[in-house]
């Protein structure tokens, strides 16, 4: 039972009406054939929202005894084989990684250099740091970046404390949404197996050129590869 009056209330379909008294939000509930149920304790107004109690409390023990079945797992997040990667996609796989922290899990997130760009791994290292950043509400560092061979790694594990108070803001805006982790796993599947492809197929080509030799030196002409670096560096 609800004791505190009034709350801010949230409707069933997550629409924000306000704050009320709990004897008028407990009638609306009642109207809808729904319930009332507090979602946010600790809050002045405590945050209600007005759903079928019984329906949520079936969906969170299924959710639960998912969770207990399979485990948190560590989640493997590739950026790509190049430092070069478009900064929407570096964002795509922040919200990968956010989703997969809120689930309980650890996250790697991998940054891989091409050809003479492990010259300018501070690149990548600064990636990874702002990654950290904007992953810092919900996560911690468990291993700084370091790199190994071609690619510089980050591993975040799940902050509890963290997790808990980023939830419920969400539930204070109206804004709680179910993940669906299968869906979010084969997504990332998908995108690393795209990646490790293309890493195979960039491999093939190298090898390639360099068993065909190089040719007589000419000073006059330039070097792809610098010419790559140089444009991003901005030096160009």
Do not use: W
Request: aromatic share 2%.
């Amino acid at each position: 039972m609800i004791r505190l009056s009034p709350i801010r209330l949230i409707g069933e379909e997550g629409e924000q009406l306000g704050v009320v008294e709990t004897p008028d939000a407990m009638r609306m509930a009642q109207t809808a054939g729904l319930d009332l149920v507090e979602v946010v304790s600790d809050s002045r107004p405590p945050v209600c929202k007005i759903m079928d109690y019984g329906k949520y409390k079936y969906e969170l023990s299924k959710r639960e005894g998912k969770s207990k079945s399979t485990g948190h797992e560590m989640k493997e997040i590739r950026l790509g084989r190049s430092i070069k990667i478009d900064p929407h996609d570096v964002q795509i796989r922040v919200d990968q990684s956010r989703r997969f922290l809120i689930a309980g899990h650890k996250v790697s997130i991998t940054q891989r250099f091409r050809g003479r760009e492990m010259m300018h791994k501070q690149l990548g290292e600064e990636r990874l740091f702002q990654i950290c950043q904007d992953l810092s509400d919900v996560a911690k560092i468990e291993m700084a970046p370091r790199t190994a061979g071609r690619q510089i790694t980050l591993v975040l594990g799940p902050d509890k404390a963290k997790i808990e108070s980023y939830k419920a803001k969400r539930a204070q805006e109206g804004k709680e949404a179910e993940e669906d982790l299968a869906k979010l796993e084969a997504e990332v599947a998908a995108q690393n197996a795209a990646i490790a492809a293309k890493e195979e197929s960039e491999d093939k080509a190298d090898d390639s050129k360099s068993k065909k030799g190089k040719g007589p030196k000419d000073n006059r002409a330039s070097n792809p590869v610098d010419d790559e670096i140089a444009d991003l560096l901005g030096e160009a």
